[in-house]
């Protein structure tokens, strides 16, 4: 848990320099990118923000952070810390 | 700022206006739910990430996020906006550094990234037609798969779209032999906030009147929506030949560049290393000695020519105390140069952020120290650290690394203005440019009449006034006036 939530707030702070995996014909959604995808995770287990049907929709929206993983300079898998954060978010 | 806990209880739907849209661009074009508004209030200014870091919105959230799939449709979404006093904020892939895409008040954002085509490739002409949404990453390789280079090659490369590289007047590492985009930019589409179109025609050159390429390039979505570019492309070099240097000093590598590009020699890469930027590139060196500056110069193109041309250089730098070094920090180089080394920074409650200006070879030492016992005088405890990476006859960029220490966010925001304020004061001062590729955005407003003249800037405000006369076209930034009741970024309240 603690590894994830420091790949997530490596990831927050990144600008997404994993995007170009992203293939040109699929749609493109900021809020699916990894790090707005770990910048929501991060604010949902501190608190910032509220759990609700939208935030749960966007964070099971992985695709993108799926597609990119392999184009992560830093290794890091970011739908897997995601779910674990994510998860333990909206368990507690 | 508003807390984002805030802003989420607020940010009810605005039903008329998600209807209106998804009428031009389809219903699942029209991104009106919390996460797809947050993740558009941010780009990669470091004052919006000290935001984000701390569960603040940087401006606010924007009302919906529109994502057009044509010119056509963005036309139509202008007219609808300038009808409606809508305002809108274009979109690329919000790397930009000085919150130019950050929403301040009741803008829409237009996502432009589906306009990513390639449109055509002129291989006789030299020239590639490509929408504004394209990845820039995606761009260069579709270009390489056919044998070209674009040559605008910014440490963004990956995380950005071409649109944005016309925008902000984007400058890439190779920029010393190719230029800054405004050199590639051959013609443009571009819609005007009432949704007019225009196009400006690919030709070499013209001589009829001022250029109007020049009112898109550059003007951060605030005088037009660029959705269409063709730029000049070259066939790959066959050759990329570097030199890596040390200095006895940074006036003798600067005197070395100035030497260089007045000899007209057209380095690719021209990075000369201050001492602070040069410790962790050579500690590993072989053989370094210590207090010396490390250059990185790479010569591209046609072998015997790009190898002519280094000899050339090498007779220079002889002459000025140049030293051949071994060539681990320029492979170290190639195999980060599309990195950023900022997240740690920002992870760890640093306040990181980058100011690059444009300097004269006469003033660039001079600049330099001041501006280091500027930010030092200002925090001991500050990191600064500085190259110069974009080199020209008459002068260069000075790319400089400002880190504060972790501290309250008062405190940090407080230095963290008081120091760009102090280096584009003193640009001003010293006759250089307070921007060199990154763009004014939000946060050089404040100094964008000391950089036009008063003269200058009234004019900029008059164009402005005359071609989007309801201020819906990202209102506020480039220093131009914002509309009434917009958030402040950077200060609290
Ligand atoms: C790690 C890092 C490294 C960087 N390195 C470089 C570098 O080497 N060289 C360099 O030049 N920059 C660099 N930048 C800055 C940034 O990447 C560039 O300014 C880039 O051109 C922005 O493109 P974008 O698509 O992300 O634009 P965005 O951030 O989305 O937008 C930038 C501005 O342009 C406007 N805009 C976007 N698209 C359009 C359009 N089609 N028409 C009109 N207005 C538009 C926006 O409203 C905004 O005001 C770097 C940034 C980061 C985070
Ligand atoms: S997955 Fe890696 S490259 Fe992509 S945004 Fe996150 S840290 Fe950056």
Known sequence: MADAMATLRFCAWCPNLCRSAWPDGAPQREASTPSALSALTLMLAERRVAPDASIAAALGDTAMAEACRAACPYGYDIPAAVAAVAGAAHAG | ?493
Not at chain 2, 28 to 52: G, W
Not at chain 2, 252 to 270: K, N, T, Y
Not at chain 2, 345 to 372: F, K, N, P
Request: with cysteine.
């Open chain 2, 1 to 493: 700022m508003l807390p984002m806990l805030a802003a989420q209880a607020a940010s009810g739907p605005d039903a008329a206006l998600a209807d209106a849209l998804a009428g031009i661009v389809g219903v699942a074009n029209v991104l009106a739910d919390f996460p797809d508004r947050l993740a558009a209030s941010r780009d990669r200014a470091p004052l919006a990430t000290f935001a984000f870091r701390d569960g603040l919105v940087p401006g606010v959230l924007p009302r919906a996020v529109v994502r057009p799939g044509t010119h056509d449709e963005v036309a139509r979404v202008l007219a609808w906006a300038h009808a409606n006093a809508v305002p809108v904020i274009p979109y690329g892939a919000g790397s930009g550094v000085l919150g130019g895409a950050i929403p301040l008040g009741g803008e829409i954002v237009l996502d432009l990234k589906r306009l990513n085509r390639l449109v055509a490739v002129n291989a006789t002409d030299g020239l590639a037609t490509v929408e504004a949404g394209m990845n820039g990453g995606r761009f260069e390789a579709a270009l390489a798969a056919q044998g070209f280079t674009c040559g605008h090659l910014p440490q963004s490369l990956h995380m950005s779209t071409v649109g944005g590289w016309l925008a902000c007047r984007g400058a890439g590492q190779n920029s010393t032999r190719f230029g800054k985009i405004e050199d590639m930019v051959v013609g443009l589409r571009a819609v005007l906030a009432d949704g007019t179109n225009v196009e400006v025609r690919p030709a070499a050159r013209r001589s009829t009147g001022p250029s109007l390429r020049d009112v898109f390039v550059g003007c951060e979505g605030t005088l037009g929506i660029i959705t269409e570019a063709t730029l000049r492309i070259w066939t790959r070099p066959e050759a990329e030949l570097p030199l890596m240097l040390s200095f006895p000093d940074i006036a003798s590598g600067l005197e070395a560049g100035r030497r260089i590009m007045q000899a007209e020699l057209r380095p690719a890469v021209f990075r000369l290393y201050d001492d602070t930027e040069t410790a962790p590139r050579t500690k590993d060196l072989a053989g370094f000695v210590k207090g010396r500056v490390l250059a990185i110069l790479v010569f591209s193109g046609i072998e015997r020519l790009a190898s002519l041309e280094r000899d050339l250089a090498r007779e220079i730098t002889d002459a000025l105390g140049g030293r051949e070094e071994g060539d681990a920090p320029y492979r170290h180089w190639l195999a980060h140069r599309f990195e950023s080394y900022s997240p740690p920074w920002q992870a760890s409650g640093h306040y990181m952020d980058t100011c690059e200006i444009t300097g004269a070879w006469s003033r660039l030492v001079e600049m330099h120290g001041r501006m280091r016992e500027a930010i030092l005088g200002l925090c001991p405890g500050a990191h600064f650290g500085a190259h110069w990476s974009h080199a020209y006859p008459e002068g260069a960029c000075q790319y400089m690394t400002v880190r504060l220490p972790p501290m309250p966010r008062a405190d940090g925001l407080a230095l963290h203005a008081r120091a760009w304020d102090l280096l584009q004061t003193l640009t001003v001062e010293m006759g250089g440019s307070i921007a060199h590729h990154h763009g004014a955005g939000l946060l050089r407003g404040p100094w964008m009449a000391a950089e036009l003249g008063a003269g200058g800037a009234a004019m900029l405000q008059r164009i402005k006034d005359a071609l989007d006369p309801g201020n819906i076209l990202n209102p506020g930034k480039l220093g131009l006036r914002g509309r009434d009741g917009a958030a402040r970024v950077g200060g609290e309240g």
